[in-house]
């Protein structure tokens, strides 16, 4: 029985499927109480409630929203380029269910284990872009396609800086397998030695995901809802649930470059009784919260500001650092030797 | 590895972003003339470099130093500082004195060292690019000129399609001899018969590249326009360094990896040379404007520097070498001359505003006349030796053909030289000229001096050539 | 045998979308396809082997190249009328050029044979002991450093190229200094007064800005001014 499942071409093909449905169902469940707890804590710390209708503490309000989108109708306006306008959102919500198949969420438990697995994750999120270009050039009207102006340009720029602080923590590892940077964090957490490349890091996904404050290409007090203001139903739903998802994406991207995975904190013993996958979803949690702290916190920024940091600050900043962490390593002899 | 083989061009690279972080933060209103200064110092350094370097081959294979690159280097950073020199007074005049410009030099400098030094395809094409893409840029520096910026687009539109035929050419030759190096090229084709005909379709291919470069016929069509749009300077420096670049890499691909196919790519190069030689001096017959005449004398100058190229010997490669030195020499005072022709803070190109100079600035007609005499090939100046070395490398291969249609279109071509000289001397003066600056008549009185005086004292410059043309004809 | 059917499949699909990128007539659909080209084409890297350069086709031509392009061409009023007006005209002189040079292709690849010594000739054949990732760094920064070093020194005259033809220092655009802003205190700015009611303004007068606008400040070459004209508002 073992054998069918490691062995036969089907056999694999099942338990890859029934692996990916154990990630993706538990992530489509949080996306759900992400949008719950976004509410909540934003309510919180603007001395509101938030919901607290729909169920006990308004805990089934997202599956009420959900209900909600289902039977609204699906609107395609005149003009629009039937094909790609509703291909957009299902891009955008397949690119960020796929990313997860190679995020380990203990020692080996990823989908796909594989060599590069770093710049998979990369690539993947770099591709999020065409889903909201497609969307605002499809919708055939100017606020999404400014909207979608505004997005490609600031996911390219953030990519730049994201790139240079990837390598960064690729050097002090010495591979672009994901179970080995959590690995070779057993000592220390990458947030310590390389603190300033981890803030880029998370301000660079904020931009990344188009979240407050780089939420431009919503910038709903200037384009309305930017490039999804033509989307209605099931189709918007999708666009939602996969920006969520997007950000659950960079959350555990953090956690692996910067935070040790799902390794317990300095190893020892009080926290190494709780089992690795429990640490990882405690610590995307913890970023996520973050998002959320952020998005009520903080004014949305002017594009020129965005573009400004983007390029004129992180760009050489992370790259001076990039030259700093490759100089330090050779002089120590710290290099990690090559696989 | 003894990467110290390239120190000169890690150098002079170096101190070309050094120079570009000085220029972004200096202030502005001086950076351009110092940028220039100590372009010209880096120059000068790496000139030193060059002659305390060792030969040998490193990288790979990648680039050799010999004493082949050794003469091509120094005459190239010689060519480069007199062009950054020519355009210290010019970039002031025409409102270009951004700093950028003697950078775009320097890195030029770089592409021609590599190009020089190449002994892979690939070193060649990257070398040959930061060489062009720097020279576009610098055609169309004067970018409020519509001509200049035609220019740049122009050259950088034909340029763009013969670095896809050169490369093409390169794909071919690697995909049949199955390597970029040198070395192994030459030893895939060591014997002619077996060598495939894709291979000489891929020579056909890279020469046509290098042709371009060079300004050859059939590949000389943007040559006039662009001498032309481009500002003076920048016009002086396309017409030198690039071209000795070019040559000389055209000689040493085509005696050294591809030296046993002699007899594939003479024809060739022998047609080029007399096309050139032809339309250079019957086309600059008719020309009014001095920087276009400057452009189909290139194109002619050219033509007899492949005749030595197309003797296939030591003694050709030899007249080569001598033969873009006193090019080098005669066309640089003779831009610099065309750079001082200015009134009223206005430059002028006609070929009529020359007349009366003899009358009213003797040094400055003495120094044309003197380039003049001198691309007509008339002794003694230094044009003459060039010639003649490389008439007597095509007599001694018995190419009499090329060496009788070589001296009947140097007559022709005396002709337009002459009218220059009968123009400044024999015709009504025109208003006079504006006074020189310095720099122009360091360039003038530098390059004429050497171009009166060469006869004196050849043994050195020969005998360095013939040591260079040994590294490729043992 | 999945793998040689995945191999027809990514390869067919290739084609067929590097096809649609000459013939869609809409240029947004190309550039689409195109991206579709590249995606083909990392997976065909993958396939043979090569992933890390299936990582980076991804992301530097589809995640950033492409995304340029649509960017360019979402923004382009293209009339594809005019664009293919001369279609016609230099149909035959086209076709006869191509043809000419496919009937040499065809000459040339007939007399091809490869040389019993080619594969000792590959110039980087391949190490089964290491990631592909470690070989590329190899080749890339130890075999060719210096052509990797003089394709930086392209890049780098192309960008001075850039910026040299098309860089103006406009005296017009208002800069930000932001340093001129973080300087600034509430004491610089703001005076608080105690206004007797029922008098208005009167009594004080009109108060004029306390601090007058930063003079300007020499940065770079642009001459920025630091401009928050809500000075001393009262």
């Known amino acids: 029985m073992v054998e069918f499942f490691t062995t036969n071409p089907f056999g694999i093909l099942i338990l890859t499927v029934v692996k990916a449905l154990l990630i993706l169902g538990p992530l489509l469940v949080a996306v759900a109480m992400m949008t719950l707890a976004e509410r909540k804590i934003m309510a919180a710390i603007q001395l509101r409630r938030g919901p607290n209708v729909v169920g006990p503490f308004g805990l089934l309000q997202p599956f009420a929203d959900a209900i909600k989108m289902l039977m609204k109708e699906t609107i395609i306006p005149t003009g629009a380029n039937r094909t790609l306008f509703l291909m957009a959102p299902m891009l955008t919500f397949a690119l960020a269910m796929i990313a997860w198949a190679v995020i380990p969420v203990n020692d080996g438990w990823a989908i796909a284990d594989i060599n590069v697995g770093i710049l998979y994750l990369f690539a993947v999120s770099s591709l999020g872009v065409y889903g909201i270009i497609i969307a605002g050039w499809a919708s055939n009207s100017k606020y999404p396609f400014l909207g979608a102006l505004r997005s490609a340009a ?79 139903s099931m189709s918007f739903a999708l666009f939602f649930l996969g920006e969520y998802a997007n950000m659950f994406l960079m959350a555990a991207m953090t956690t692996i470059l910067f935070l040790g995975g799902w390794l317990a904190p300095f190893g020892i013993e009080p926290f190494t009784w709780i089992p690795g996958p429990i640490w990882f979803i405690l610590k995307i949690c913890a970023v996520m919260f973050v998002f959320v702290w952020v998005r009520a916190t903080f004014p949305r920024y002017r594009y020129d500001q965005l573009m400004r940091l983007g390029w004129k600050v992180f760009l050489p900043f992370s790259l001076f650092y990039l030259v700093l962490v490759a100089g330090v390593l050779l002089a120590f002899g710290w290099l990690p030797t090559a696989a | 590895m003894n990467w110290q083989l390239a120190l000169p061009e890690i150098f002079l690279s170096c101190s070309a972003m050094a120079i570009l972080m000085y220029g972004v933060f200096a202030r502005p209103e001086r950076s351009f003339v110092m940028s220039s200064m100590l372009a010209v110092g880096a120059l000068l350094l790496t000139a030193m470099l060059v002659l305390s370097g060792t030969p040998g081959v490193g990288y790979n294979g990648l680039f050799t130093v010999d004493a082949y690159s050794h003469f091509a280097k120094l005459l190239i950073l010689v060519a480069v500082g007199l062009g950054v020199v020519m355009s210290l007074d010019y970039a002031e005049h025409a409102n270009m004195q951004r700093f950028e410009f003697p950078i775009l030099m320097l890195l030029a400098a770089v592409g021609m060292m590599l190009m020089v030094s190449a002994t892979s395809l690939m070193t060649l094409y990257l070398g040959l690019e930061l060489m062009s893409l720097s020279i576009y840029v610098l055609a169309a520096f004067a970018r409020d000129e519509r001509r200049s910026a035609e220019a740049g687009l122009k050259y950088f539109v034909l340029g763009a399609l013969a670095s896809g035929l050169l490369l093409y050419g390169v794909s071919l030759v690697y995909g049949f001899s199955g390597s970029m190096s040198f070395a192994e090229i030459g030893r895939a084709m060591a014997d002619p018969k077996t060598a495939s005909p894709g291979l000489t379709v891929g020579i056909v291919f890279i020469v046509a590249g290098l042709a371009f470069k060079v300004s050859a016929v059939p590949f000389h069509m943007w040559t006039p326009d662009v001498y032309e749009g481009a500002p003076t300077p920048v016009t002086a420096f396309m017409g030198t360094a690039p071209k000795v670049a070019a040559i000389v890499l ?44 400057m452009a189909y004398s290139s194109i002619g100058h050219m033509g007899y520097a492949l005749i030595g190229l197309a003797a296939g010997t030591g003694a050709g490669v030899r007249g080569v070498l001598i033969y873009m030195l006193t090019y080098v020499f005669m066309n640089a005072g003779t831009f610099a001359c065309i750079i001082a022709m200015r009134r009223q803070g206005r430059n002028v190109e006609g070929v009529s505003d020359l007349s009366g100079l003899g009358r009213t600035d003797p040094a400055m007609a003495l120094a044309i006349a003197i380039f003049m005499f001198s691309m007509a090939g008339i002794p003694p100046f230094s044009g003459f030796w060039g010639k003649y070395f490389i008439f007597t490398a095509a007599v001694q291969q018995g190419m009499w053909l090329l060496a009788v249609i070589g001296v009947l279109t140097s007559v022709i071509g005396a002709f337009y030289y002459i009218r220059i000289i009968k123009v400044m001397y024999f015709d009504e003066p025109a208003p006079a000229f504006d006074p020189r600056p310095a720099s122009l008549s360091f360039v003038v009185g530098a390059s004429g ?19 260079a043309a040994k590294v490729l004809f043992r | 045998m999945i793998a040689q059917l995945a191999f027809y499949a990514f390869a067919a699909i290739l084609l067929v979308s590097a096809g649609m990128v000459v013939s869609a007539r809409n240029p947004v659909h190309s550039v689409l396809y195109l991206v579709l080209a590249f995606f083909n084409a990392a997976a065909l890297f993958l396939l043979a082997g090569a992933e890390f350069l299936a ?55 007939g007399g091809w044979s490869l040389a019993p010594q080619s594969a000792g000739l590959r110039a980087v054949p391949i190490d089964p002991n290491v990631t592909n990732t470690v070989q590329i760094g190899r080749v890339l920064y130890t075999d060719y450093i210096l052509l990797f070093q003089a394709s930086g020194l392209v890049l780098l005259v192309a960008m001075i190229g850039a910026i040299v033809l098309t860089l103006r220092d406009r005296t017009s655009s208002r800069h930000q200094s932001i340093a001129a802003q973080l300087a600034r205190t509430p004491a610089d700015t703001m005076e608080l007064l105690d206004v007797p009611s029922g008098v208005g303004t009167k009594g004080i007068g009109f108060l004029r800005p306390k601090v007058k606008e930063p003079a300007k400040v020499a940065q770079d070459n642009h001459g920025h001014i630091g401009h928050d004209n809500h000075g001393g508002h009262h």
């Open chain 2, 250 to 293: 055209l000689v040493r691909l085509l005696s050294d990896p591809f030296g046993a196919l002699l007899g594939q790519w003479q024809q060739l190069i022998v047609l080029v040379s007399i096309a050139s030689m032809a339309l250079g001096s019957l086309a600059a017959i008719g020309q009014r404007n001095i920087k276009r005449l």
């Open chain 3, 55 to 109: 990582m980076i086709l991804v992301i530097v031509y589809v995640g950033a190249v492409a995304v340029l392009f649509l960017f360019v061409v979402m923004m382009l009023d293209i009339n594809f009328a005019q664009l293919r007006e001369g279609f016609q005209r230099y149909l035959p002189i086209g076709a006869t050029i191509g043809v000419i040079l496919l009937v040499e292709l065809g000459i040339v690849l």
């Open chain 2, 449 to 467: 001096l050497f171009t009166t005086f060469f006869f004196l004292f050849p043994a050195p410059v020969v005998a360095a050539a013939e040591a």
């Open chain 1, 154 to 232: 600031q996911m390219v720029s953030y990519e730049v800086s994201m790139g240079f602080v990837i390598v960064t923590v690729l050097l002090c590892v010495g591979s672009m397998n994901l179970n080995a940077i959590v690995k070779a964090q057993e000592t220390i957490w990458f947030v310590i030695p390389l603190f300033p490349m981890a803030v880029i890091f998370f301000i660079s996904t904020l931009a990344e995901t188009n979240r407050s404050p780089f939420d431009l290409p919503e910038g709903e007090s200037e384009i309305v809802a930017g490039f999804f203001v033509e989307y209605s």
